[in-house]
């Protein structure tokens, strides 16, 4: 797929015709001058310009966030985040103290697809543990 950029006579570029007063003849931004395929509707010199280099789009990211609660036990809590986020122990100790001490805390950014599975994960492995640990996402 091709994406039109612009359609009309081509786009100002910097450092031409500046100050000059000297007319200048239309800019052509086609790979075939003249040819049959350069997008010129042969009446008008209007061109369109069609992107070759694909446009890459960056994802959104989001949060994966621990709440706190009164019942899960720290240990669990520290074997979650080294099982599910891979974190080391030590890592994962703070990781927890955070929780426990603001209420909240981020165990990693990841695509709104593993973001998704992360948070499942937990839920289903607290679950199945019989702990009441919250975990949810957060677009950033
Ligand atoms: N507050 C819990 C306790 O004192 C520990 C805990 C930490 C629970 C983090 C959940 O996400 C959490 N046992």
């Known amino acids: 797929m091709s994406d039109v950029l612009m359609q009309g006579r ?4 910097l450092g031409r015709n500046s100050g000059s007063g000297v007319p200048q003849p239309p800019i052509r931004a086609a790979a075939n001058p003249g040819g049959p395929t350069d ?6 010199g209007t061109a369109i310009i069609t992107r070759t280099k694909p446009k890459t789009k960056r994802p959104s990211l989001y949060r994966v966030l621990l709440l706190n609660d009164d019942y899960t036990p720290m240990e669990f809590v520290v074997h979650v985040v080294e099982k599910f986020f891979n974190k080391s122990q030590e890592d994962a100790y703070q990781i927890m103290m955070h929780v426990h001490q603001n209420g909240v805390g981020e165990c990693g950014i990841f695509t709104y697809e593993v973001a998704e599975t992360k948070v499942t994960q937990v839920m289903d ?14 677009k950033k």
């Open 125 to 138: 492995f607290a679950r199945k543990h019989q702990h009441p640990l919250q975990c949810v996402m957060e």
């Open 10 to 13: 081509a786009a100002p570029s």
């Open 39 to 44: 997008g010129d509707d042969g009446r008008s």
